[in-house]
C-alpha cells in the first residue's frame, strides 16, 4: 500500500517537474533535433520526429561560412574580458570588502545597472576616433563593463564570508598584505572565482548588442554570425540552428560542470557560516 | 630579548576609545594575561602588540626595538587566534612551515623545526592532514605548534582555549602552562577567562572599558584587589557585596545595614573617619563567612537555594534584600527558607567607595 502511493506521488512529482521544464527544454529539443534535419524536413506540417540525420547543416556553417573563425573570435573576446575582469575585479572586491569601500562598490553596480544600450552610441564615437572599431579591444572593452561588476560584487560576498584571521594569521606569519591575498586568500577562493568567471564568460559569449555595434567583419563573433544567415530572401533554418547549438553547447557544458559551484557560489554569504 | 613595553598606549575607533593610556612592561620570559569582560579592549591592546592594528597615540617596544609603525611580518612575534585561523588549503605540516619558508629557511631546516615542534604538541601523526580533518582540540595544538615553530621573541594568544569544550580547556591549559615553562618565551595570553587567567598568569593585567584597572600576581589580585570591579570579577562564585552605612557607635565604627551589623577593627579607624555616616561596599568573599546560630552571628541571612557541589555547597543567602552565596562544607545543608546566622572574617573583609569603587581597606 505504502509503496504504491510512494510510486504514485513520485509519477506525479517527475510529471510536475516535466510540466514546468517543458517551456525550457522544448525549445532547444527543438533546435538540436532541426540541425541535423533537411530545410524540407524543419518545415514540414505535421513536425517530422523520426528522420535520418544530416550533418548538412554543420558542413555548411563550417565550411560555406567558416563558422571556425566566428568561434575563434567569440572564445577570444569571452575568454579576454573574462581574464581581465579577474585581474582588475579580484583585487577590487577584496579590497571593497576588507576596507568597507561599499560607497565604491555601488558605484560599480551602477554602472552595471546602466542599460548597457545607452552606452553603444558613445563608445562607438569614441572607439571610432581611437580607430579601435572592429578590433578585439573594443569588444573585450565593452564586455567588460558587465563582467567586471558581476565578478566583483559575487567575490565582495565571498571575501566577507571567509574569516578575517586567516589573512591575519599570514600576515603574522611574514606575509605582505599582498602575499596574503595571493597566497591565502585566493587559494581559497576558487568556487567563488568559478561561479564568478562562468558567469562572466557566459554573458560575453552569449552578448549580441554590443557586437552588434562595435565588431564587423574582422571580429564578427557568433550571435552576429548566426543573425547573418538570416536574409531578405529566404531563412536557411538548418545553418540556423546548427550554429545555435555551436553557441548553445559550451555554455551548457560549462553550466552543467559548474552548476554546483554556481549555486553555491551565488547564495554565498547569505547563509554564514 | 623578549620585554615588550607599551607606553600611553591609546586606540580610538571614531569617536570610541576602545583602550586609554596603556601602560606596561612585561619582562623576558614572562607569562601576561590580560583579562576583562567582552568589549573592554583586552584583543585590541594584543592586536595593537601585533601590528594588526594600528595604535591612535603612544609607543609600543618589543625586545628593545621601538616597532610603531612596522608591519607585524617584521615584529617576531606568533599569534595564536580564537578560531585557530589554519589556512584550509594546507595540510598540518604546510601550515607549520608557511611562516618558516616565507622568511627563506631552507627546506631541510624546515623540516626539522616542523617535526620538533609535531613532537613536542604530539601531533607528528597529524602532519598530512588538512585542518578540516581535525578535531577542535588537534587544531588547537596545530595553532600553538605554528606559533612555536617560529621561535619568536613574544606569544600572542588571543582567547585561544575558548572553542574547545571544557574538558579539553582544562587540560589545553595545563599544556600551554608546561610549553612556556619549557620554552620560556615572553607569552601575552588574552582571555574572558578569570579562571585561565589565575591558573596560567604570572601576573594579570584586569581591563575595564580600555583602562587598565590592576596589574599584580594572581594571588595579590585576589587577596587585595584594587576596586570593586576586580574584586567582583576575579573569584568564583564572585565575591560578595553589600550596600552598609558606617557608623560609629561607643567609640568604635560598624557597618550597618538590613540584617548586617559589623565591627570593624580599630586599626582602621583613622582611614575610614571620614566616610562616617556614609554608605559603603562591604565586600566578603564566599569562602569568608561561616555558618553559625543565627543568634551569634553578625549577619543574619534566610536560605534560597542550597547547591551541593560533591567537595564544597554553596549556599545562596537573601541577606535583608541583598543577595550573596558562601561556600560551606558539604555536609552543611540548611533547610530552604531557614535564617541562618553568619559570621564575617573580619580580617578578611573589604571596604570600597560606593562612587569611585576603589577599595578603602584590604
Given at each position: 500500500m505504502d509503496d504504491k502511493q510512494g510510486l504514485k506521488s513520485k509519477i506525479l512529482w517527475y510529471l510536475l517537474v516535466l510540466i514546468f521544464i517543458m517551456p525550457f527544454l522544448f525549445p532547444l529539443v527543438w533546435i538540436l533535433m532541426a540541425s541535423f534535419k533537411t530545410q524540407a524536413q524543419i518545415v514540414a506540417m505535421p513536425p517530422v520526429w523520426f528522420f535520418t540525420p544530416t550533418l548538412e547543416n554543420y558542413q555548411k556553417v563550417f565550411i560555406d561560412q567558416d563558422f571556425g573563425r566566428f568561434l575563434l573570435n567569440s572564445s577570444i573576446i569571452a575568454v579576454g574580458s573574462t581574464v581581465l575582469s579577474l585581474i582588475l575585479g579580484l583585487p577590487a572586491a577584496y579590497t571593497i570588502s576588507r576596507y568597507k569601500q561599499r560607497g565604491l562598490g555601488i558605484f560599480i553596480l551602477l554602472a552595471r545597472l546602466m542599460p548597457g544600450i545607452s552606452y553603444l552610441i558613445p563608445w562607438f564615437i569614441l572607439f571610432s576616433k581611437l580607430r579601435l572599431v572592429d578590433t578585439y579591444t573594443s569588444l573585450i572593452a565593452s564586455h567588460m563593463l558587465v563582467g567586471m561588476p558581476l565578478i566583483i560584487w559575487i567575490m565582495i560576498n565571498y571575501f566577507d564570508a571567509l574569516p578575517k584571521e586567516l589573512e591575519e594569521a599570514a600576515q603574522v606569519d611574514g606575509c605582505t598584505l599582498q602575499g596574503a591575498f595571493f597566497r591565502v586568500v585566493l587559494p581559497l577562493s576558487g568556487p567563488g572565482i568559478l561561479t564568478a568567471s562562468t558567469l562572466a564568460f557566459l554573458f560575453s559569449w552569449n552578448n549580441f548588442m554590443f557586437a552588434l555595434v562595435l565588431s564587423a567583419d574582422r571580429t564578427k563573433t557568433l550571435p552576429i554570425a548566426i543573425y547573418s544567415f538570416v536574409s531578405y530572401a529566404e531563412v536557411s533554418w538548418g545553418s540556423v540552428m546548427a550554429a545555435a547549438v555551436v553557441i548553445i553547447a559550451p555554455a551548457i557544458i560549462l553550466t552543467m560542470v559548474f552548476q554546483r559551484y554556481v549555486i553555491k557560489g551565488l547564495t554565498m554569504g547569505a547563509v554564514k557560516g | 630579548m623578549g620585554k615588550v613595553v607599551l607606553e600611553h598606549v591609546t586606540k580610538k575607533f571614531g569617536h570610541v576609545t576602545a583602550v586609554n593610556d596603556f601602560n606596561i612592561e612585561i619582562d623576558d620570559n614572562e607569562f601576561i594575561v590580560i583579562v576583562g569582560p567582552s568589549g573592554c579592549g583586552k584583543s585590541t591592546v594584543l592586536r595593537m602588540i601585533a601590528g594588526l592594528e594600528m595604535q591612535t597615540s603612544g609607543n609600543i617596544n618589543i625586545a628593545g626595538d621601538l616597532v610603531n609603525n612596522k608591519p607585524p611580518r617584521d615584529r617576531n612575534i606568533a599569534m595564536v587566534f580564537q578560531n585557530y585561523a589554519l589556512y584550509p588549503h594546507m595540510n598540518v605540516y604546510e601550515n607549520m612551515a608557511f611562516g618558516l619558508s616565507l622568511h627563506g629557511m631552507p627546506k631541510d631546516q624546515i623540516d626539522v623545526k616542523v617535526k620538533e615542534a609535531a613532537e613536542i604538541l604530539s601531533i607528528n601523526e597529524l602532519l598530512n592532514r588538512k585542518p578540516k580533518e581535525l578535531s577542535g582540540g588537534q587544531r588547537q595544538r596545530v595553532a600553538l605548534g605554528r606559533a612555536i615553530v617560529r621561535e619568536p621573541e613574544v606569544f600572542l594568544m588571543d582567547e585561544?582555549?575558548?572553542?574547545?569544550d571544557a574538558k579539553l580547556r582544562v587540560q589545553t591549559r595545563a599544556e600551554i602552562s608546561k610549553l612556556h615553562a619549557r620554552l620560556n618565551v615572553t607569552t601575552i595570553y588574552v582571555t574572558h577567562d578569570q579562571i585561565e587567567a589565575m591558573t596560567m598568569a604570572d601576573r594579570i593585567v584586569v581591563i575595564k572599558d580600555g583602562i587598565i584597572q590592576q596589574v599584580a600576581d594572581p594571588q595579590t589580585l585576589y587577596d587585595a584587589p584594587a576596586n570593586q570591579f576586580v574584586a567582583g570579577f576575579i573569584g568564583t562564585p564572585p565575591m560578595n557585596f553589600f550596600r552598609c552605612h558606617l557608623v560609629k557607635k561607643d567609640g568604635t565604627l560598624h557597618l550597618k545595614a538590613n540584617g548586617i551589623e559589623l565591627p570593624i577593627s580599630s586599626d582602621w579607624m583613622t582611614s575610614l573617619e571620614s566616610f562616617v555616616d556614609q554608605e559603603l561596599i562591604l565586600g566578603v568573599r564566599p569562602e569568608n563567612a561561616e555558618i553559625c546560630d543565627s543568634a551569634t552571628g553578625n549577619i543574619k541571612a534566610v536560605v534560597d537555594v542550597v547547591e551541593p557541589m560533591g567537595s564544597e555547597t554553596y549556599l545562596h543567602l537573601n541577606i535583608g534584600g541583598q543577595k550573596a552565596i558562601i561556600r560551606v562544607a558539604p555536609d552543611c545543608r540548611p533547610m530552604l527558607g531557614a535564617t541562618v546566622g553568619l559570621s564575617a572574617n573580619l580580617e578578611r573583609i573589604h571596604l570600597f567607595r560606593t562612587d569611585t569603587g576603589e577599595t578603602l581597606i584590604k
Open positions: - | 585561544p582555549l575558548s572553542n574547545l
